[in-house]
């Protein structure tokens, strides 16, 4: 064999055995790396699993704003759901299709999701022309389940489990129900839209029928809690219609574990123009013949330009104007996130940082005194 055959083929012998080695050595690194995600990935699940039983109550932005911090300390979260929403694409399809909202939901149960950004982007599509202009694709697969399912709970059931969601998301009623108020001049109001322009100027509130039944699942969750949230959200038009539920009420007043009011970090120009912290207890208690146990109040100073945004819109903080507030303990705290540096919202992460360790808290408490 001539010296060049000898040398190419050596050199490929060596450089096939050098591949070869490499090849193992990158295969046994991505191995080890594989095992480590599985490893890391089955420790936070457990971390997940043991985390504190929360029932949250609301609807629209607030609610979806505390599950996405909730998700990172628990998954053993009920969010239950006002269904009383009229506008937007919900409206819509309620109006056409006979459904119960779905927008309020959808959101919460991408907010569960682990991947909440991607899956936010695709299912909070909304189309922008022809038939379905304004209806977001979310909304649309939700009714579409919907229609296969011949129930809206098992629909929202089967998106529970298709989004593989870090807890659970529930209607508080499968009945189709009207959010109903009368002014304090005697005046009966009709519906969200309304409720939210005058709630300044109400002085009742019911929902009908007003013997509505809550989901079965919803009082379960109740009784099993280890924390029950209210908010943050709309006082009017998500917080109390799933306290105007009798059967809600009533579970919710004979709860042992701590109730939690998350104020809202500005007042609602129309719904709760010039409310203290005060005023939207007071509506809590009217609802609910229970005053919460613990008020979650942000303290954090809001941006010059910012305040002067909101106080343009009728809207400005929050805000405790007495000592001390009946029937509960408030605990403030840097609850503020400032969103494209003009919108309020409430921090994620470090409001539920706060309920998690206020269910710590109270458990050690009640450990000390047995």
Known sequence: MPAWEEFFLGALAGGTLAFGARFLEERKRWTEQRNRRNVLSKAVELRLSLGPKVVAFGGGTGLSTLLRGLKHFTRNITAVVTVTDEGGSSGRLRQEWGVLPPGDLRNCLVALAEDDSALNRLLGFRFDHGELAGHSLGNLILLAATELAGDFRLAVEEMN???????????????????KGRTDLGTEVSGELQISATGARLAE????????????????????????VLGPGSLFTS???????????????????????????????????????????????KALRRNPEYVLLNDSQIPMDVASRYAEAGARPVELTSESLEGGMVITGDFLSIKDDRTVRHDSIRLAEALVRLVREVEDQQSWIR
């Open 239 to 285: 917080v109390l219609p799933n306290l105007l539920i009798p059967d809600v009420a009533k579970r919710l007043r004979r709860a042992t574990v701590p109730l939690v009011y998350v104020a809202n970090l500005m007042t609602q120009p129309g719904e709760t123009e010039q409310f203290s912290l005060e005023d939207h207890i007071r509506w809590i208690h």
């Open 205 to 228: 509130i019911w929902l009908e029928p007003r013997d509505a039944h809550p989901l079965k699942d919803v009082l379960e969750a109740i009784d099993a809690a280890e924390i029950l």
């Open 161 to 179: 489990n298709l989004l593989a969601i870090r807890g659970k998301v529930l209607p508080v009623t499968t009945e189709a129900v009207v959010l």
